[in-house]
């Protein structure tokens, strides 16, 4: 029996791994790469072509319309049955057509923001892809990094990590080495490291030895698939599809009662009422969606706005509140150290060495605070000298400070505690405080004038840090209980000011319909200074203390008026979006660090930056190449643009259908021959969707996009009824011209038809994608000449040789074509006239 990793020791480990502490060689690695396949759970590889092909006929529709054309086989009316193939499999082609393209322009967005992983390979430290990990691999982790493979523990430090993921506990579990008993659950395996969970704090280098599906996460998810949540998009598009199939299925059973009693052969029947059944479903559907959400994503891109699950593009255009930092979003980002202070005001060497120490010596998450106290020091001419770190009590998020043992001096060398972090946890670390040359008791009045220093400065715009030691330390070593009996020394003063036109963005998101509310770890003094200056009301704040006093109930009434949450813990940041869900607002977060994920995941719409860590990277649902909200509002809008689009297709489509099938429901008894034959009403079917294709091209109207959208199938059920009435009634006034007027017989009567069908079903895509008028919001140009070049097919198509007797045609007279055109002219003018009608009645339900 193989030994389980976890209960080996290290040494035992790397010899069962084929490794050493320099790692694998860059051949070893490869071929184990080529021998073990990817690491990744999901499938190794893109979806095949021919997967995707057949995919395109797991349709009901499409598999009643081949069991039809098997029947027809058998009852040897073979050019039907070619015909219904012919036209199914080109519909399906299209629909590949276009997916395929889709899939493969996600595929690369998403390979731009593939994970990579630390690993040591012959010794040098080098980043590759973590899908490129294979057993035996040396892979060095930090905070915030996701935990790319199930390995052992090597070496960790302060190591906490969330294992949510697998076990559940959303607690942090602290992980060191050791070995743990072969049987050992997941839990009580402290030495090992699962894929799937992340590094809250510390550092850790691991030992690959499972990979990809093997790993514990992978079997998970082989067992139960990938289950991410429903969307507001999902939901919209299945009680889209289920109110479809009701009306579908109460059509079609009608019509094909009818025809039995009228005694119409039975084949003829069941296919005429399979027809019509796809004649009423948008088959291209799927393909629609994915064709104009993939254009969405390509073009959102193009601004600097990766997506990485296509459905959040609606939850993006359907965002109302955005939630977000002030750091680096609202202001630059770039943090200047403005002054080291002591605590009398005056401008100290002293903190600034020290500061210069801490920071240099840091070697846990990267930290742009850090790098400012670095560059301000090497400025002034500080240098590290003959001081030595001999340890660390990294950042974490509990504690807020960062903690260095600092050694100095030859021979007989002191060693002191150097602790830098918020103002309030350094404070409480510390019962004296430097004045002048001599440290101090801190008092009840010396506390209050050092926090009123703390809040004038807070006030003024500066983020204030605090600095602390503890000199005379004797151990190598330190751990958490030595942070106490510290000497507060002084304050650090960084500078970071608004983005400039940050204001102006804040103000065209409200246009747009959309609330910005900060939620920051900052004290209440700075974060207000900052809204303040950006045109959000400084004074509609709560803190994290008076949040945590407040039940769910009083939040969820407080929390649609409150602008700024300052001074928050990471756990609240959930709440505070729960609140805002619960008070019906769709959500949008933006983070960036490690407290940052679970906000991340539970938002309607969460949003990141490339360069943040791996665990918020990988829990967002769009990811910004430049850390701005003006390429978010520019996002925004890109993603109005791509729901109301497909809305289009859904809408246009299922309303003209709809007419169409009322219409042949109605002649279905009053005419002594079928109203359109089957493969007509498969022909007019597949003519009228190319188009639709196009359609993720088309441009959208200014006053759409102002305002966030939502999925409404009532909306779409009673537009689909209003305009696919107005269908229906110009349907019957042509069946009485062409029956009463020209006494057509039963293949004029269906060729007729067929052309007027097909010309209003392409002409109504142009009246109905706008809620304007049709000449004063032009279509895409694409759009406009496909259309125009079907219309032009549908005229042409009784005339090919050929097709007259392929499809049951007969060759209409000039008349009956100019006939044709007034009807279809007159019914473009109707359905204009009720668009404006219609379109007020809604803005005063709306109002």
Not at 122 to 151: E, F, H, K, Q, Y
Not at 581 to 598: K, L, R
Request: glycine fraction near 8%.
């Amino acid at each position: 029996m193989i030994q389980p990793f976890w209960s080996l020791s290290a040494s035992d480990a790397l010899a069962a791994a084929g490794s050493s502490p320099e790692g694998l060689h860059h051949a070893v690695a490869a071929a184990r790469l080529e021998r073990d396949g990817p690491n990744s759970v999901e499938e190794t590889g893109r979806q095949s072509a021919i997967k995707l092909l057949l995919r395109q006929f797991e349709s009901p529709l499409a598999l009643i319309l081949v069991f039809g054309a098997a029947i027809s086989l058998v009852l040897r009316q073979g050019l039907d049955a070619t015909i219904i193939l012919t036209i199914v499999g080109g519909s399906a082609l299209l629909s590949f057509t276009q997916e395929f393209r889709a899939t493969k322009a996600v595929a690369a967005l998403k390979d731009r923001l593939a994970l990579k992983a630390r690993v040591v390979r012959a010794g040098t430290t080098v980043d590759i892809p973590a899908r490129d990990l294979v057993a035996g691999d040396i892979v060095l982790l930090s905070a915030g990094n996701l935990v790319p493979a199930d390995g052992l523990l090597l070496d960790a430090r302060d190591c906490m990590v969330t294992e949510a993921v697998l076990t559940g506990e959303s607690v942090p579990v602290e992980k060191r080495p050791g070995i743990a008993a072969a049987d050992a659950p997941v839990a009580a395996r402290p030495n090992a490291l699962f894929t799937g969970s992340s590094l809250r704090s510390g550092s850790a280098r691991m030992l690959v030895f499972l990979t990809g599906k093997k790993t514990q996460f992978g079997r998970i998810a082989a067992e139960v698939g990938a289950a991410d949540g429903v969307t507001e998009f999902e939901r919209g598009v299945r009680k889209f599809g289920v109110m479809l199939m009701r009306v579908m299925i109460l059509i079609v059973l009608a019509v094909l009662t009818i025809n039995q009693m009228l005694g119409r052969p039975v084949v003829d029947s069941l296919l005429f009422s399979v027809a019509l059944a796809v004649g009423l479903s948008p088959e291209l559907l799927p393909a629609i969606i994915s064709v104009t959400l993939a254009a969405g994503a390509r073009h959102l891109a193009a601004g600097g706005v990766i997506v990485r699950r296509l459905d959040a593009i609606e939850n993006l255009g359907s965002m109302d509140v955005l939630c977000t930092d002030k750091t680096g979003t609202l202001t630059l980002g770039v943090a200047r150290l403005d002054s080291a202070i002591d605590l009398e005001g005056a401008p100290s060497a002293e903190v600034l060495r020290d500061a210069f120490l801490n920071s240099s010596f840091e070697s846990g998450m990267a930290n742009p605070l850090d790098d400012a106290i670095v560059a301000a020091g090497t400025s002034a001419g500080v240098a590290i000298g003959s001081s030595r770190k001999r340890d660390e009590i990294p950042y974490d998020f509990e504690r807020r400070r960062l903690s260095i043992l600092v050694e100095e001096g030859e021979g007989e060398a002191r060693r002191r505690i150097i602790t830098k972090g918020a103002f309030a946890e350094v404070m409480a670390i510390c019962d004296r405080y430097r004045a002048g040359q001599e440290d101090q008791a801190l008092t009840a009045e010396s506390r209050a004038r050092i926090e009123r220093q703390f809040r004038e400065k807070s006030e003024a715009g500066f983020r204030v840090l605090a600095l602390a030691n503890r000199p005379d330390i004797e151990g190598e070593r330190i751990n958490r209980d030595e942070e106490a009996g510290m000497v507060l020394l002084g304050l650090l003063l960084f500078l970071d000011p608004p983005k400039p036109g940050i204001a102006q963005t804040i103000a065209e998101l409200a246009k747009l319909g959309i609330g910005i509310k900060i939620i920051s770890g900052d004290n209440r003094h700075v974060t207000a200074h900052v809204a303040s200056g950006i045109g959000i009301d400084p004074e509609a704040i709560l803190t994290g203390d008076q949040l945590s006093r407040m039940s769910n109930d009083a939040l969820r009434h407080r929390v649609g008026a409150t602008a700024i949450f300052a001074e928050i813990d990471p756990q609240q940041k959930e709440r505070i979006i729960r609140a805002l869900q619960e008070a019906g607002h769709a959500v949008g977060y933006m983070g960036d660090g490690i407290n940052d994920a679970p906000a991340l995941r539970l938002a309607d719409v969460g949003i990141s930056v490339d360069t943040a860590v791996d665990v918020a990277r990988e829990s967002a649902d769009i990811v910004l190449l430049r850390r701005d909200l003006d390429v978010l509002r520019k996002g925004v809008l890109d993603g109005r643009r791509t729901f109301a689009n497909t809305l289009k297709y859904i809408a246009i489509t299922t309303s003209a259908n709809f007419g169409n099938m009322i219409s042949m429901a109605l002649a279905t008894p009053l005419l002594p021959f079928l109203p359109l034959l089957p493969k007509q009403i498969l022909l007019n079917n597949f003519l009228s969707d190319i188009p639709s294709i196009t359609i993720s091209t088309d441009n959208v109207d200014r006053e759409h996009l102002r305002v966030p959208q939502r999925w409404s199938v009532r909306s779409i059920q009673r537009f689909m009824i209003v305009f696919g009435c107005v269908s229906s009634l110009f349907d019957l006034l042509t069946f009485v011209i062409l029956r009463s007027l020209f006494h057509t017989d039963a293949g004029l009567f269906q060729t007729m038809w067929f052309v007027i069908s097909l010309q209003t079903e392409l002409v109504v895509v142009l009246i109905l994608r706008t809620q304007r008028s049709c000449f004063r919001s032009l279509p895409s140009k694409i759009l406009l000449w496909t259309t125009a070049v079907l219309m032009g097919v549908g005229l042409a198509v009784p005339f090919v040789p050929g097709f007259d007797a392929l499809f049951g045609f007969a060759r209409p007279s000039l008349l009956l074509l100019a006939c044709a055109v007034a009807i279809v002219a007159g019914y473009a003018a109707a359905t204009e006239v009720t668009k404006r009608v219609y379109y007020q009645h809604v803005d005063r339900l709306r109002r």
